[in-house]
């Protein structure tokens, strides 16, 4: 539209401009609305060369029809399975199945259980959740599941089997598992073999597989730091059930840093009353236990830091009002570059027995509510230049010129405060450090640390 009388004035002229501003956006909502209304032009998709390639359709009948979900599902013989297994045969066919119930046949070393354990029916639980998970509102056939576990331990550690086959004809599944750890990650396959197709509103399982797998880590997980960045509850578990759709096993929580101890303690109370960041960013003991508890419904053990000797300090700074002395140095200090790795600093008095009375009695709090076969301490980023400035440390260092002095201060201070955590036959985890390197391996008894590796010091 053109316009060919130009108003001469102000008010006219934003009249007009209205004007043509509203036509325009008129003509703009019937051309969308007329999209919106057009059929729109739907696809399929074809395994080639084991990649899904787009197709158009040449008609509405989408009858036998592949979505791009169903393609990636059964495309280039392991699908879409994640991680890959070890030796996986995918087929390419399809069934509907129900997302609603399935029939499990669970036979522990051989013989028949028809009241299988929490634990069991917690893996059971998900793998329908899963499903349904989906969003399908078809109707299919019930599975059959029949689950072979050769072991009814529930133990989950560094030691166990967590090795499964599997096996799909139809309907019909078969799973034969080491442990009920290796049902857990038999039942996450399965569930990644199903998906919902679109054309059919179904969820879709393939119809033919064969799988042998064992995970190649015995170790498999991630750390959450709740100290510098505080979690909900809530959010902690969602974390927990991503990773058991992921068969990661190790929920690795860093608890506290220098910035905040976030952790009920009931044994020495002003370690929370000044760690905590509010009086509502505190883990209280039940919340602890509750984690711990749901971590394993999924497969998943709680793996606790209590980082030390550096990267404390909110929590710590009460010691000289208790009569107990500096527990810990350097907090706060400015510049930080001269005490610490990153701010703000902290490190704990290697040279006070109250910090060891401390920690003896936060290590059995946590132990008690914590139930995996690994402890870890933390042990990394120590900063010299902080105990070297400390009149609380380097009058008794003999030679403050080496650094050396104060790695055996460093080693000596890690032999003493793990003792607790060796009495309870718990192995002992630490960072990747100088400590870690082979001049100082007298102080990591060899066949009780596990190095966590993060960094150049490998050792």
């Known amino acids: 539209m053109q316009f060919t009388k130009v108003a001469t004035t102000l008010g006219t002229h934003s009249s007009i401009c209205f004007v043509h501003l509203t036509m325009k956006a008129a003509f703009l909502i019937a051309s969308l609305a007329a999209v919106a209304t057009a059929d729109v032009r739907q696809h399929r998709y074809t395994c080639v060369k084991n990649n899904c390639k787009l197709q158009p359709l040449t008609s509405n009948n989408v009858a036998g029809t592949t979505s791009l979900a169903i393609c990636e599902l059964t495309c280039g013989g392991q699908g879409s399975l994640w991680p890959q297994p070890d030796s996986v045969s995918v087929g390419t066919e399809t069934i509907a199945i129900s997302t609603e119930s399935a029939n499990h046949r669970i036979v522990f070393n051989g013989k028949a259980s028809y009241d299988s354990s929490p634990l069991v029916s917690s893996f059971k639980t998900n793998f329908h959740q899963a499903l349904r998970y989906k969003g399908a509102q078809g ?61 059919s509103n179904t969820v879709r399982l393939v119809t033919k597989v064969t799988i042998k797998d064992s995970p190649a880590y015995k170790n498999r997980g991630i750390t959450i730091d709740t100290s510098r960045n505080f979690y909900s509850v809530e959010s902690l578990k969602r974390i927990i059930r991503t990773m058991g759709g992921n068969k990661l096993n190790t929920f690795h929580w860093h608890v506290s840093d220098t910035n905040s101890y976030p952790f009920q303690s009931k044994v020495f109370p002003n370690i929370t009353n000044y760690g905590a960041s509010t009086a509502k960013q505190i883990y209280t003991h039940d919340e602890i236990r509750d984690i711990v508890k749901y971590a394993k419904g999924f497969g998943v053990r709680v793996v606790p830091e209590l980082d030390a000797p550096a990267h404390v300090g909110a929590g710590w700074e009460w010691g000289p009002d208790a009569g107990l002395g500096e527990l810990v140095l350097c907090y706060g200090a400015n510049p930080w570059f001269d005490s610490c790795v990153q701010p703000p600093c902290g490190q704990l008095n290697p040279l006070n027995d109250n910090v060891y009375k401390i920690l003896e009695g936060l290590h059995n709090e946590w132990l008690s509510l914590f139930d995996s076969d690994v402890f870890h301490m933390g042990g990394d ?53 100088d400590l870690t390197t082979p001049d100082f391996y007298k102080y990591l008894p060899t066949n009780n640390t596990i190095v966590h590796i993060w960094s150049d010091y490998a050792g």
């Open 139 to 199: 109707n299919g056939k019930d599975i059959e599941i029949t689950a072979n576990i050769k072991s009814a331990s529930e133990v989950l550690d560094l030691n166990t089997d967590e090795s499964y086959d599997l096996s799909v004809d139809g309907i019909k599944v078969t799973i034969n598992a080491a442990t009920v750890f290796g049902y857990r990650n038999a039942l996450t396959t399965l569930a990644q073999l199903t998906e919902f197709d679109e054309f």
């Open 381 to 433: 980023e120590v900063h010299v230049g902080c105990w070297n400035q400390s009149a609380a440390v380097y009058p008794f260092v003999k030679d403050r010129n080496d650094p050396k002095s104060f790695f055996h201060l460093w080693g000596e201070f890690q032999v003493r405060s793990a003792k607790v955590i060796e009495k309870a036959q718990k192995k002992v985890m630490l960072w990747s450090s």
